[in-house]
């Protein structure tokens, strides 16, 4: 626990202005991110007898190590500078709303030649028109269904409006009429987009317009004795009619406005949000917060409001904004608003009539949101508090593990050795912690010695982080010296070293998809570091002489602090180290179940990186070897010369002719192509006939090479 006053800027020292501020903690990370009027008074504030602060301040302070701000000239900027770091810092103390669930939209992609009608999750994409979000997406494709009565825009997906294409029949909903059949020509592009924009202006509430329109045509086709073309007219006025239905009318006059609501106690917020467009509620969303800094109702309705318009602009941000209280002060905030709308936003709390009953509304829905919310945590943060408990019993620790850290190899007979590192926090998977590595220091099957080099990597760049900050003293390394200056730094390239600009080599083929970190540690700026913050707990998949490995790794860094465990598959046994039996934990033990949890976890992620890495191997083909040669002249040659066996065949000053090609690189691809030991020609297995290879250059230049 740090004292406050160890940080405490000098008198004089903070400016008198507008600003926004950052706390960080011994680790350089930013904890905690707020503005002020007046910095000032603001930080000031924050200085004073630990027993007059609320006691999420008080831990916020006493966590903290170092606070810095930067001055901006009016609190409009020091709103969207505040949503801007708490964005990309994450602060653990600042208020952060989590989705209750992904809600979906109705999206409709006016970016395609062909626009296209369907629900989609996740972020927005640029030249999608979003309708929504809605609770439940059968609620969309049942709105959907009687729309495409009238307005018969492309539902199907982009690979079945290819192959309709090519066959020249569309698809079932293209003969029952609920698609216009762009495919097969029915329609023209032009057409096909006016349709889709008539779409999307129904949806927006401009619906009497086409009501009338059908209305005048049914009665037309009626006078001409067209009755069954009037017939038609009718169904698809009740279609649209029944659409309408589903979104009742809850405000007079076309009204365009949010309604936010929160429910409240002292741990924990709910809010919600209804989106009403043309009088009529158009979607529904919720989030759930931790309230980890001390905060009021209105806090909570500006962060809401951060976290609802951020990334907004224009019409997403409606005219009128209903709250239950008014963040102050409000001016910042309405401006920020309208700045983002482009136009006047009120905010304002609704006195009377219908807008103040459909607040009530609202508010009742974020009441028993938090109650569902509360119903569901309580059973989960027990079941979580107990496993780490019986764990610490378990093991013999002091406290329970809050960061577990889990190792595992992956091979396949003894190739493309790969390694895992998982990293769960108060019992949940942290998966932007996740690392991957290469086994480098040898060739071969040998689990024991690659759990050493990878947990000895791991924690010479957590020794590596504290020498930068000072907190290692070097006269306190172990006897083989490891974590001294010297050994900290090792050569790029050797084993467990980092590479340039002190990258850490995770393995060379970048991040893993969504589990993988960030690319790089940015010390300075307070983003996650790689290896910086030690676990309680290293648990490894294996038995006695992996744990032996991982804890001779520890001694041999002078690591004295980390608990090490492993867990066997065979018996679901927990080893320590220099213990001759292992610990066996009942079957029903909620500590055992979490320890397999990050132990499945880390052979996943293990093996997920090791069939990727066994997958690029199998596609090299003969030109993946020249050094220097990337993609596009890879492609450039196959192109000019149609294979690579007549490539193999042609002189450095025919290869030369390729344009972006100079003498050297075709110099290098002759030689090296020269070395190569041409591919066995590629049989059709149907047949029986051997293929050209020039009609197999297709396989080359995708980087691949014929079975």
């Not at 970190?517 to 290896?531: A, H, L």
Request: charge should be neutral; charged fraction near 30%.
């Amino acid at each position: 626990m740090a004292d406050p006053s160890s940080y405490r800027p000098k008198p004089g020292q903070i400016p008198d202005s507008p600003g926004v501020y950052k706390f960080r903690d011994e680790h350089g990370r930013v904890i905690y991110v707020g503005k002020a009027k007046s910095l000032r008074q603001r930080l000031s504030s924050y200085f004073q007898d630990l027993a007059n602060l609320h006691p999420r301040t008080r831990t916020m302070v006493t966590t903290a190590a170092a606070v810095e701000w930067t001055v901006v000239s009016t609190e409009v900027e020091a709103l969207q500078l505040e949503y801007s770091w708490i964005k990309e810092f994450d602060p653990r103390f600042n208020v952060k709303y989590r989705d209750d669930k992904s809600y979906p939209s109705l999206a409709v992609t006016l970016n395609e030649e062909f626009p296209r009608v369907q629900v989609m999750r996740g972020a927005k994409k640029k030249g999608v028109r979003y309708f929504g979000p809605y609770a439940h997406a059968w609620a969309i494709r049942e709105t959907v269904d009687l729309m495409l009565r009238v307005f018969p825009v492309r539902t199907c997906s982009a690979g079945v409006f290819k192959r309709s294409a090519q066959i020249g029949r569309p698809c079932l909903l293209g003969y029952i009429g609920k698609c216009s059949a762009p495919c097969v020509g029915r329609v023209t592009a032009e057409e096909h987009r006016q349709l889709a924009e008539e779409f999307c202006d129904f949806m927006a509430g401009r619906t009497g317009t086409y009501l009338r329109r059908l209305e005048e045509r049914m009665q037309e086709a009626a006078e001409e004795m067209e009755y069954e073309k009037a017939a038609r007219l009718r169904d698809d006025i009740g279609a649209l009619k029944r659409a309408m239905e589903k979104n009742a009318v809850v405000l007079a006059d076309a009204t365009d406005a949010d309604l936010i609501a929160v429910a409240e106690d002292e741990l924990e917020a709910a809010v919600q949000i209804f989106h009403v467009r043309g009088g009529r509620v158009r979607g529904q969303r919720g989030w759930v917060t931790d309230k980890v800094e001390a905060v009021d109702t209105a806090g909570l309705v500006e962060h809401a409001l951060q976290q609802l318009y951020g990334e907004e602009r224009g019409d997403a941000v409606p005219k009128e904004v209903l709250v239950p209280a008014v963040p102050e002060p409000a001016e910042p905030v309405t401006q920020w608003l309208a700045e983002r709308r482009g136009s006047r936003v009120d905010l304002r709390i609704p006195q009377r009539g219908d807008k103040k009953d459909l607040m009530e509304t609202v508010q009742r829905n974020a009441q028993q949101a938090l109650a569902l919310h509360k119903t569901k945590r309580a059973s989960d943060l027990t079941t979580r508090s107990r496993a780490l408990e019986e764990i610490a019993e378990a093991l013999g620790l002091d406290s329970a593990p809050l960061r577990v850290e889990c190792f595992d190899i992956s091979h396949l007979q003894g190739d493309d050795v790969v390694a895992s590192m998982v990293v769960f926090e108060d019992g949940l998977p942290r998966k932007s912690e996740y690392r991957r590595f290469q086994i480098k220091s040898f060739a071969g099957q040998d689990d024991v010695r690659s759990m050493h080099e990878v947990v000895s990597r791991r924690f010479r760049r957590y020794l590596q982080e504290k020498q930068k900050t000072g907190e290692w003293q070097e006269e306190t390394a172990g006897a083989s010296g490891v974590p001294g200056a010297a050994e900290a730094s090792e050569p790029a390239g050797a084993p467990g070293a980092t590479g340039t600009a002190g990258q850490p080599i995770d393995g060379p083929d970048g991040p893993d998809g969504p589990d993988q970190g960030p690319s790089g540690p940015i010390d300075e700026e307070g983003r996650p570091k790689r290896f910086a913050y030690p676990p309680q707990l290293v648990v490894v998949d294996g038995g006695k002489p992996q744990v032996a490995a991982a804890k001779r790794a520890l001694d041999e860094l002078g690591v004295d602090d980390v608990a090490v465990c492993g867990l066997a598959k065979r018996l679901e046994e927990v080893w320590l180290p220099d213990e001759e039996d292992p610990v066996v934990l009942p079957r029903s033990s909620e500590g055992l179940y979490l320890l397999q949890r990050v132990r499945d976890e880390a052979h996943r992620f293990a093996i997920t990186y090791q069939r990727s890495k066994r997958a690029k191997s199998l596609k090299a083909g003969p030109l993946d070897t020249v050094p220097g040669l990337g993609d596009s002249r890879k492609q450039a040659l196959l192109k000019h010369f149609g294979s690579v066996k007549r490539l193999r065949a042609a002189t450095v000053e025919q290869i030369c002719e390729v344009p972006g090609v100079g003498r050297k690189t075709a110099e290098t691809v002759a030689a090296a192509l020269a070395g190569a030991a041409p591919a066995a020609p590629a049989v059709n297995t149907a047949t029986g006939e051997i293929i050209e290879d020039e009609a197999a250059g297709a396989a080359s230049s995708n980087g691949g090479t014929r079975p």
